[in-house]
């Protein structure tokens, strides 16, 4: 028994075992290897921890700057092998040192971060690096080491990690968080996480863009952590199982569920420069398991592995130049076109075979665990102790690099470790060792096996640990993943309890409950006559009904500290899955209604088809979404001034479906709150008990009160007034003096000419101009009342846009947008465009708005908002009429929609301009020329006009940008169009062939071209060329290719052959069938190659040919 003791690690205070007790020999075994890992980890992990702050630095021979990614994964691994001692009776107090290391970690980045308060309370009101959270700190002290500007600190994915590890080790009763102040830091970095989808970062890599040049963008990565962090947390009580009702984290439902939906529409991309990244593995699996689709999943895990695995590990992303030997360690970003250097000789992190291992454990796949041990054990060295460590990275020495560029896999790598140019800048004196393994060019096996280690790299050291547990079978997934992070949400094991949890069943046995509320009583008999079921406020007594408004009201008690200067949760509105719960706040019940039933300032509310509309997609998409327990009960509030609407009969027809039970196939269910409630979702919103609420009076939907009932049926309804006017536009007005706008004013009944007259007098006087007793600014308010009572689109638009006001919530469909890997503009065509290709706030949004548009084209500032509000919603449910479509032009939608109508207007009939149609008629607008691939044959459209509806929204075939690609790299000098080229050279070098950024540089090139069928007409003709050269490929083109020359060329041959007096407009030619206009596209090009504009390699036999399927297109 002795010598079995003498065997084990150095324990604190050895306690004799009682020689009567019989242990088995596989108990045995078991504290042997549990010994031996904690001996492992004693000497590789504890050894380098900071007595003093609990983190962990980046490599062992760091002493100064402590690492929160790597402290975090470094705790996570100690934690391990406490969750791993739990299995035995006799620990000898090892499993209670290793807890304490592990909270100690834990506390200590909690505390760092706490001396950043003001930082988590800024970032909430603006999400960017110089309000982040740092993820650098002094190894000792807990000081920052690094500036804003001399780091990279915004990394969204680090605060998730953290949280995710936080809920992890509180489940298995480890406490971490102590008092009520840290409780309300923990809430607030909820709120710091919760807009990952729309918060550019610098990423896992620190790096941002793959161009290294300073630039955040949207990571993939960071917002799968962000979603998988809300998800754990939500309901999780901070204190453990002894927690109090004050100490539980609340999670807004809705923003979670936007960082999912755009975290899986950009898998299996990183971001828009990286097509692939390898921070994807912890994403989609261990430690995050931030999607549940298998399909998605593999996907991502396969497309990393295609392209990225190699002999010596896993490339970062390509062209990644960190710790290459041809990057330059004296600069902090990279040149233009630098990153090309890098191709092919990127550096290998062995570390990912250990995620892969994990992975395999958790998916019960021994092929792949036994594939990747294989590989990691070729790979491993040892440590000055003899101990096992995993190499930071492999890199290739300096005289193999164009060996390896010409063979890629090839050349024998070499271990290495260091921070790159951060090394650069330590503070300290003490120099970090910077270990490029050997720099030997000629060295055997025997010489590689030999080679040390060198500096530990601490978070490849962590995952070793954890990766060993699992495969010895000394730690089983269940104890490494307490909250189950790897099942999904509706595997889960059931939470008890008052606060809602990701528990819910599969969306397709799900029922949405509705609870019809009539704002009257007579609007009630009025329902019932129709045999439709109503509920009023009164009714449903105790239960009140609020607005949603309120309920932001009451989370924004959520979180406050006024010792760490936390105001809690941001004004942030509360969407369609958070108004489906009932919520219990300070001993009251409310229903909430959705926010389409707020009467908003913004004009949208007045459209009935529209709400219409959004009712059904608003239940489709609780439908979809609904994940938690309980059932989602949404709340119709129907008003009486939906009642006088022209269109309250389609309804009637919407209410009498859901009736039957169903809604485009979901299964609903109609019926009084009091029946419903016990299968609702319930919210116990328990942080208000200790808020002073004496203060606080909240407004609940106040039911209208008649003295008598005596509608009976609809017709009883006064209606609202169908107003016509004619159209005119009175621009003159600009020039003339303003008492001649004021007798106008007095004498000018039509609302569309007064909008308009108020314009003039709201630029030159001021809104606070007094005229007839009222300022300006008070007409325009009456005059867009009486406008969207009387339904005049055209002057109620008008009179928005004159006081610039912005669509509710606008933000989050352009981000939606954004993430679906296209960008917006908006302008007014022939004027300056803004680019949306970040998400913006609100205030930027409207900024933008009046700033770019109005200026040229007053209604239009509010009809673009419109565009791209419906092209939010569309893009999230109908993705494939954005196909091909690359840049979203809002002007040239417009124009589009413009154009659709002088095509579909009677032949002598007058054309009803854009801005006189019902928000819901241009919505179905776009719609229709989105899907003008669908219906052009049906409807008989002419090449020309579908060339021109195609050209408005820029749209080029499947493939066509890398099409493009190759045919620049086919190019002397590049191409060049309308006087704009796009060289060959930097272009290739700067850009891959699937980057978003060169589709970009293509589609800016196109849109120099002022004729949408001009446009369209050049795409066909780089297809046509493209398709030549890829038939040749001996064929180049000498210099530029002028695509304008070909075309006209084309032209004048096609004018010839028809007889067609020679002119220089091209409309004839563009009026011609597809198959006509590609034949002479073709022979341009041919001639082109004929006059000596291109030139042909030698073939093998010595001999060029321009025949045979030269010019066979099909």
């Avoid at 921890?49 to 994964?73: C, K």
Wanted: aromatic letters at 10%; charged letters at 25%.
């Amino acid at each position: 028994m002795m010598s079995q003791r003498n065997e084990r690690h150095g324990s604190v205070g050895e306690i004799d075992v009682d020689p009567h007790v019989k242990i088995t020999r596989k108990y045995e075994e078991t504290v042997r290897k549990l010994d031996a890992h904690y001996g492992l980890v004693k000497r590789q992990l504890l050894r380098y921890q900071s007595s003093i702050t609990g983190l962990f630095p980046v490599l062992s021979t760091d002493e100064e700057v402590g690492s929160i990614r790597e402290s975090i994964y470094c705790a996570a691994a100690i934690w391990s092998l406490h969750q791993a001692y739990r299995r035995i009776d006799d620990d000898r107090g090892k499993s209670y040192e290793l807890g304490q290391s592990a909270v100690k970690c834990m506390r200590g980045i909690l505390e760092c971060w706490e001396k950043q308060a003001g930082r988590v309370e800024a970032f909430k009101a603006n999400q960017c690096s110089k309000h982040a959270l740092h993820s650098k700190f002094h190894l000792y002290s807990g000081d920052v080491v690094y500036s804003d500007d001399e780091y990279p600190h915004l990394q969204i994915d680090v605060v998730s990690l953290y949280l995710i590890f936080l809920v992890q080790m509180i489940t298995a009763g480890l406490q971490i968080v102590y008092t009520q102040d840290e409780v309300a830091f923990v809430q607030n970095l909820v709120y710091y996480v919760e807009r990952a989808y729309r918060t550019p970062d610098y990423g896992m890599w620190e790096r941002g863009s793959k161009y290294n040049d300073g630039s955040p963008e949207i990571h993939a990565s960071s917002i799968g952590m962000a979603k998988s962090a809300l998800e754990a947390i939500n309901g999780c009580n901070l204190f453990g199982e002894k927690g109090a009702s004050w100490s539980v984290v609340y999670v807004d439902i809705d923003a979670h569920n936007r960082n999912r939906s755009i975290f899986e529409t950009m898998l299996p991309r990183e971001s828009s420069s990286k097509d692939i990244d390898v921070s994807l593995i912890p994403t989609v699996s261990f430690p995050c398991f931030a999607t549940h689709d298998e399909c998605l999943s593999n996907k991502t895990k396969s497309n990393i592995m295609q392209k990225l695995r190699g002999r010596y590990g896993f490339k970062r992303f390509c062209r990644d130049g960190f710790m290459s030997p041809k990057e330059d360690p004296t600069r902090r970003y990279y040149v233009d076109g630098e990153t090309k250097e890098f191709e092919n000789i990127e550096c290998e992190w062995p570390m990912f075979y250990l995620f892969m291992i994990i992975d395999g454990v958790f998916k019960a796949l021994p092929k792949q665990v036994e594939e990747y041990q294989n590989l990691l054990y070729e790979r491993m060295k040892k440590d000055s102790n003899g101990d096992p460590c995993v190499p930071m990275c492999f890199t290739l020495p300096p005289d193999s690099v164009e060996s390896e560029r010409k063979e890629p896999g090839s050349q024998r790598k070499v271990p290495c470790s260091g921070r790159g140019w951060y090394d650069r800048i330590r503070a300290s004196t003490h120099k970090v060792e910077l270990n490029v393994g050997s720099q030997k060019t000629e060295c055997d096996d025997e010489d590689e096996e030999d080679e040390g280690c060198g500096a530990l790299f601490l978070w490849g050291q962590a995952m070793y640990i954890i990766a060993h547990l699992l495969t010895d079978k000394l730690l089983h997934v269940n104890e490494l993943d307490p909250v189950r992070r790897h099942l999904p949400s509706f595997n889960r094991p059931r939470k008890g309890g008052r606060y809602s949890a990701f528990q819910g069943s599969t969306a397709t046995d799900l029922v949405v409950q509705i609870v019809l509320m009539a704002e009257s009583m007579r609007l009630q008999a009025v329902m019932a006559t129709y045999g439709i079921q109503t509920q009023t406020p009164h009714q449903i007594e105790p239960v009140q009904v609020w607005s949603s408004t309120e309920l932001v009201r009451v989370y924004q008690r959520l979180g406050v500290n006024k010792k760490l200067g936390l105001t809690g949760r941001p004004p942030r509105p509360v969407g369609a899955l958070g108004t489906s719960k009932v919520y219990r706040v300070c001993g009251m019940t409310v229903l909430c209604y959705p926010l389409i039933f707020e009467v908003s300032e913004f004009y949208l509310y007045r459209d009935m088809a529209l709400l219409i509309d959004d009712i059904k997609t608003e239940l489709q998409f609780v439908g979809k979404f609904w994940r938690l327990s309980g059932r989602p009960t949404v709340c119709l509030l129907i008003r009486e001034e939906h009642m006088r609407d022209p269109q309250f009969k389609e309804m009637l027809d919407l209410l009498a479906m859901l009736k039957k039970g169903h809604c485009d196939g979901l299964k609903v269910r109609i019926g009084r709150l009091q029946n419903l409630i016990s299968s609702s979702c319930i919210e116990h919103l328990d942080f208000m008990n200790t808020v002073d609420t004496s203060e606080m009076s909240f407004r609940q939907f106040k039911q209208l009160e008649h003295e008598y009932i005596g509608y009976q049926s609809l017709t009883d309804v006064p209606r609202a007034l169908q107003f016509a006017e004619p159209f005119v536009i009175l621009s003159s007005f600009n020039s003339k003096p303003t008492w001649e706008i004021l007798e106008n004013l007095r004498s000018t009944e039509g609302l569309h000419a007064r909008s308009q007259l108020l314009g003039v007098l709201l630029k030159r006087e001021g809104p606070l101009y007094e005229f007839a007793g009222t300022t300006v600014q008070e007409q325009l308010s009456l005059l867009y009342h009486q406008a969207g009572v009387l339904r005049h689109w055209a002057a109620v638009r008008h009179c928005s846009s004159l006081q610039n006001f912005t669509v509710d919530s606008i933000s989050p469909f352009i981000t939606t947008v954004l993430v679906n890997g296209k960008q917006i503009t908006v302008g007014v065509i022939g004027h300056e465009e803004t680019v949306f290709d970040k998400p913006m706030t609100p205030k930027e949004i409207q900024s933008v708005m009046y700033n770019t548009i109005a200026p040229y084209d007053t209604i239009q500032a509010v009809l673009q908002q419109e565009v791209v509000l419906y092209c939010g919603r569309l893009i999230g449910t109908s993705p494939r009429l954005f196909s091909g479509i690359l840049k979203i032009r809002v002007g040239w939608v417009l124009e589009a929609m413009k154009v659709y109508l002088k095509i579909s207007a009677p032949a002598k009939g007058e054309c009803k301009p854009l801005e006189h149609h019902s928000p819901s008629e241009v919505r179905l607008l776009l719609h229709k020329i989105l899907s003008v691939r669908e219906w052009a044959q049906q409807e008989k459209l002419t090449p020309l006009q579908l060339r021109r509806l195609e050209g408005c929204l820029c749209r080029v075939p499947t493939g066509f940008y890398r099409r493009v690609w190759d045919v620049v790299g086919r190019t002397g000098e590049g191409l060049r169009v309308c006087g704009r080229l796009l060289p060959r050279s930097p272009t290739l070098s700067n850009v891959t062939r699937s980057e978003i950024n060169f589709a970009l540089l293509v589609e800016q090139m196109l849109n120099s071209i002022h004729r949408p069928e001009y446009r369209q007409i050049v795409v066909e003709l780089l297809c046509i060329v493209s398709t030549i050269l890829l038939r040749n490929p001996e064929l180049t083109f000498r210099s530029t290719l002028d695509v304008d020359q070909l075309v006209s060329e084309a032209n004048a041959m096609f004018q010839k052959d028809n007889g067609v007096e020679k002119v220089d407009d091209m409309t004839s030619f563009f009026s011609a069938p597809y198959t006509t206009t590609t034949g002479y596209l073709a022979r341009a090009v041919v001639n082109n190659i004929l006059q000596g504009k291109g030139e042909l390699a030698a073939s093998s036999d010595g001999e060029t040919s321009l025949d045979g399927e030269f010019c066979r297109l099909s």
